[in-house]
Nanobody
Framework: QAQVLESGGGLVQPGGSLRLSCTAS????????MAWFRQAPEKERETVAC???????TYADSVKGRFTVSRDNAENTLYLQMNNLKPEDTAMYYC????????????????WGQGTQVTVSS
């Protein structure tokens, strides 16, 4: 019954911004850490950002200062504000949920969305 759904991806120029959203249903959202992952062609899947149940955040070094992850527990929604986008940010972005805590191991995340494509190009 649990379902995770991302939205907000698209094509943007370098330096532009996008805001990704992720809605989760069928699970106790407040009991889960929520994370954004991304995977580009010919690259490994990597963690972009994670936010704890109470709002503590971590970021990949490559996005620090440019991306902001947030959550609205009342709406069961996760966000990723992406500013000053670069071509190397091009990837499929996935939303995922892990019980209680953030983890560097993507295998710990039991619930995944289908992904939303972000393409940064001139």
């Amino acid at each position: 019954q649990a379902q995770v759904l991302e939205s907000g991806g698209g094509l943007v120029q370098p330096g532009g911004s996008l805001r990704l959203s992720c809605t989760a249903s069928g699970l106790p959202f407040n009991d889960y850490a929520m994370a954004w992952f991304r995977q580009a062609p010919e690259k490994e899947r990597e963690t972009v950002a994670c936010i704890s149940r109470i709002g503590y955040t971590t970021y990949a070094d490559s996005v620090k200062g440019r991306f902001t992850v947030s959550r609205d527990n009342a709406e069961n929604t996760l966000y990723l504000q992406m500013n000053n986008l670069k071509p190397e940010d091009t990837a499929m972005y996935y939303c995922a949920a892990n019980y209680l805590v953030c983890s560097d191991d993507s295998a710990d995340f039991g619930y995944w969305g289908q992904g939303t494509q972000v393409t940064v190009s001139s």
